[in-house]
């Protein structure tokens, strides 16, 4: 889940963020515990 804080980075930086934005998502779903490394080797 994407918090109102979250959200309101990615909207202040959305001129300058490259064109992997999907880094951002997993970045923070690591963060919340629902990716862990673990899960990458099943990827």
Do not use: G, S, W
Not at 7 to 36: C, G, S
Request: overall charge positive; hydrophobic content about 50%.
């Amino acid at each position: 889940m994407v918090t109102i804080n979250n959200a309101r980075k990615i909207l202040q930086r959305v001129d300058t963020l490259p064109l992997y934005l999907h880094a951002y998502a997993f970045h923070l779903n690591m963060r919340l515990e629902r990716v862990l490394p673990a899960d990458l080797l099943d990827i």
